[in-house]
Each structure stands twice: as C-alpha cells, then as structure tokens.
Nanobody
C-alpha cells in the first residue's frame, strides 16, 4: 500500500505563487511515477503534471504549462508542484497520485485546497 500525504495548500492572490508537497513515507518511492491532479468545484478531476521516477521526464497539461513545475526528491520521498502566476481558475483541490509498475495512477492522497483570489 502506498500512502501519500499532501501539504502546502492555501489562499493566494492572483499572480502569486504557491508550492504544494506530497510525501510518500513508505514503500520504494524511487520506483513510482508521480503525478498531480486537481478538481475544481463542480468539475471532474483533471490531470495537471507528472514526473518520471528519475525526475528526468516531465509532462504538463496545456493549462499550466510554463507556470507550474513538478519536481521530486527521492531521498526525501517527496514530490513538489511549484505554482507560479496563479489564476482564479487554478482554484481546486490538488491531489498527488502514484503509478506503480507501469499501471495507471492507483494511489491517491487526501488532497490539499488551493484557492486563488482575484
């Protein structure tokens, strides 16, 4: 079982920055492909970004490309999402997820709220 714990959400003004973190204290973190997803009020969950096990490969949704950066520290078993130039439409609950062994993202954190005020 993979346990994921997000932190770092909060309230920020439009144009501001915020970093959310996701710790995976158990398991073999370096083997996981990690991703960030978000769910805005009244909408479905959408993909934000993902990062390979080594950190050498990243992929972003078009809506966040150039503003968000995903990174990981395998020694700390933590993945980060740095969010810059935030917009009100970025307001959502942000979830981290893990993919193990090439499967779909099957392990999820509890989510952290990010609110961007205009």
């Amino acid at each position: 079982q993979v346990q994921l714990v997000e932190s770092g959400g909060g309230l920020v003004q439009a144009g501001g920055s915020l970093r959310v973190s996701c710790a995976a204290p158990g398991g073999i973190f370096r083997n996981y492909v990690m991703g960030w997803f978000r769910q805005a009020p009244g909408k479905g969950r959408e993909f934000v970004a993902r990062i390979s096990w080594s950190g050498g490969s990243t992929y972003y949704a078009d809506s966040v490309k150039g503003r968000f950066t995903i990174s990981r520290d395998n020694a700390k078993k933590t993945v980060y999402l740095q969010m810059n130039s935030l917009k009100p439409e970025d307001t959502a609950v942000y979830y981290c997820a893990a993919s193990v062994g090439g499967a779909d993202f099957g392990f999820w954190g509890q989510g952290t709220q990010v609110t961007v005020s205009s």
